[in-house]
T-cell receptor
C-alpha cells in the first residue's frame, strides 16, 4: 500500500471551508484513497473514499488530482464538532479487507 | 443495530495477568479487525479476520491471540500482559464486497492499563 503524507496540524475558522491535503505520490492505479476521522479518543469514523473522480457525500468532498498523486478533503462549512484527527489512507480495493494502515493524520482545530 | 460493541470499557491488569477483550458486531460483516492506539499516535493493526475460522496477523501481533468461531464475535486475548500493552484497543468490522471492505465501522474502544 502506498505511503501518505499529511500536515500534522491545521486550523480553520468556524463556518469556513476546511481543506485538508494528502500527498500519495507512490499511489498505484488500483489503489483507492480513503479518509477517516477520529474525534477525541472515540473510534475512527469513515468519511469518504475515491479512486479517480471527485466524490461528494453528506459529510465532505474529496478532490483527487488528475495524476492521483495528491488529494484534498473538503469540509465545506466546518463546525466546532469537526475538530478531530483526519487520516488519509490509500489501499488496493479488495486486497485483504479489514486491513487499514493508519499514519499520523492531521489534527484539525476548528476555532470560533 | 447496536453496531460494533466492545467490553470492557476500562481495565487495569497486573503484569503477567491474562484477559480477553470482547468485540461483537450485529451487521453480519465478514471482516473484523483489532487495532491499538498509543498516546499521540495513529492506530496500528494487531490482527484481522476475513471470515469465521480465518485470521491473520497485522503490524503488531506479538503478545496477542485471536480466534473467529462465529461471524459476530472476534475476541482478542492477552496471554501474559506487559506494561507495553497499555493502550486503547479498537475493534472494527466491514462488509466483504468491493470498496466497502474499507468502510470500516469502529467500536468505542477498550482502555487498558497494565501495571
Amino acid at each position: 500500500d502506498a505511503k501518505t503524507t499529511q500536515p500534522p496540524s491545521m486550523d480553520c475558522a468556524e463556518g469556513r471551508a476546511a481543506n485538508l491535503p494528502c500527498n500519495h505520490s507512490t499511489i498505484s492505479g488500483n489503489e483507492y484513497v480513503y479518509w477517516y476521522r477520529q474525534i477525541h479518543s472515540q473510534g475512527p469514523q469513515y468519511i469518504i473514499h475515491g479512486l479517480k473522480n471527485n466524490e461528494t457525500n453528506e459529510m465532505a468532498s474529496l478532490i483527487i488530482t488528475e495524476d492521483r498523486k495528491s488529494s484534498t478533503l473538503i469540509l465545506p462549512h466546518a463546525t466546532l464538532r469537526d475538530t478531530a484527527v483526519y487520516y488519509c489512507i490509500v489501499r488496493v480495493d479488495g486486497n485483504q479487507g479489514g486491513k487499514l494502515i493508519f499514519g499520523q493524520g492531521t489534527e484539525l482545530s476548528v476555532k470560533p | 443495530n447496536a453496531g460494533v460493541t466492545q467490553t470492557p470499557k476500562f481495565q487495569v491488569l497486573k503484569t503477567g495477568q491474562s484477559m480477553t477483550l470482547q468485540c461483537a458486531q450485529d451487521m453480519n460483516h465478514e471482516y473484523m479487525s483489532w487495532y491499538r492506539q498509543d498516546p499521540g499516535m495513529g492506530l496500528r493493526l494487531i490482527h484481522y479476520s476475513v471470515g469465521a475460522g480465518i485470521t491473520d496477523q497485522g503490524e503488531v501481533p506479538n503478545g496477542y491471540n485471536v480466534s473467529r468461531s462465529t461471524t459476530e464475535d472476534f475476541p482478542l486475548r492477552l496471554l501474559s500482559a506487559a506494561p507495553s500493552q497499555t493502550s486503547v484497543y479498537f475493534c472494527a468490522s466491514s462488509y466483504s464486497h468491493g470498496a466497502t471492505q474499507e468502510t470500516q465501522y469502529f467500536g468505542p474502544g477498550t482502555r487498558l492499563l497494565v501495571l
